[in-house]
């Protein structure tokens, strides 16, 4: 079982910045594709960002040129930068690890951390 511990969320204010951690247990961080999902009040879950093993990545339409999605293969880590936050972003943001072997797809989640934009 991978454990995925999400820091870093808060309130912050339109146009501001926050940056999302997620720290996993695994010790084959780097064959994990990894991914930010968010789930606003009300609303289903959605994928925010993504980025393989390979290190090739993925972002909603919603958060191109503003949200950035990045891999610490040392520290077995991925973080989620996100800059001109407005408020249609607040919501609770999940760290999701994927990893297939043997045939079979393992899927992890954290539990969650809230970002709140609002003035």
């Known amino acids: 079982q991978v454990q995925l511990v999400e820091s870093g969320g808060g309130l912050v204010q339109p146009g501001g910045s926050l940056i999302l951690s997620c720290e996993t247990s695994?010790?084959?961080?780097?064959?994990?594709?990894m991914a930010w999902y968010r789930q606003a009040p009300g609303k289903q879950r959605e994928l925010v960002a993504r980025?393989?093993?390979?290190?090739?990545?993925h972002y909603d339409d919603s958060v191109k040129g503003r949200f950035s999605i990045s891999r610490d293969n040392a520290k077995n880590t991925v973080h989620l930068q996100m800059t001109s936050l407005k408020p249609e972003d607040t919501a609770v943001y999940y760290c999701?690890?994927?990893?297939?072997?043997?045939?079979?797809?393992?899927?992890?989640w954290g539990q969650g951390t809230q970002v709140t934009v609002s003035s």
């Open positions: 695994t010790d084959i961080f780097s064959s994990y594709a």
């Open positions: 980025t393989t093993s390979g290190g090739n990545t």
């Open positions: 999701n690890a994927v990893v297939a072997t043997g045939g079979i797809e393992y899927n992890y």
